[in-house]
């Protein structure tokens, strides 16, 4: 089903942190969405995009522990993509009033970017995105 990702050289970092960028663009769009109460559309438009992202189906890597997910995405790149797409995913529950569904999301989000961390150096908007989840996770 999963098979381990192998550490990718200069040319796909550098394609993922384009990615992730990108992403982070895409995921502004649907929570805008989601502002204006259009839940469904959003939520279809995330999973597309984690879809497109990851080349993952990212309702499975839910269902897996923190560190098998670290396991399947292998590059720290692809780790934080998947983070991102958490933190969407926990302002779209908060939207719909799915508190701990929310947290949980933001928690794991958290989770993945320290392992990241572990094993490359943090960037700027990686840094940006830490302290966005913190923010969220204090409220």
């Given at each position: 089903m999963f098979r381990q990702r192998e550490e990718g050289g200069e040319v796909e970092k550098d394609f993922l942190k384009k990615q992730l960028q990108k992403l982070v663009q895409a995921i502004q769009r649907v929570l805008k969405l989601s502002s204006d109460q259009q839940?469904?559309?959003a939520e279809d438009e995330l999973q597309q995009i984690a879809a497109t992202s990851l080349k993952l189906d990212a309702t499975r890597?839910?269902?897996l522990d923190v560190a098998s997910c670290a396991m399947i995405l292998g590059t720290p790149e692809r780790l934080r993509?998947?983070?991102v797409i958490l933190r969407a995913e926990a302002e779209l529950a908060r939207a719909r009033g799915q508190t701990q569904r929310a947290?949980?999301?933001l928690v794991r989000a958290q989770k993945l970017h320290q392992l990241a961390d572990d094993r490359s150096p943090t960037d700027e908007l990686s840094k940006q995105e830490q302290a966005h989840l913190a923010d969220l996770l204090s409220r």
């Open positions: 839940h469904q559309q890597l839910g269902s993509l998947y983070a947290r949980d999301r």
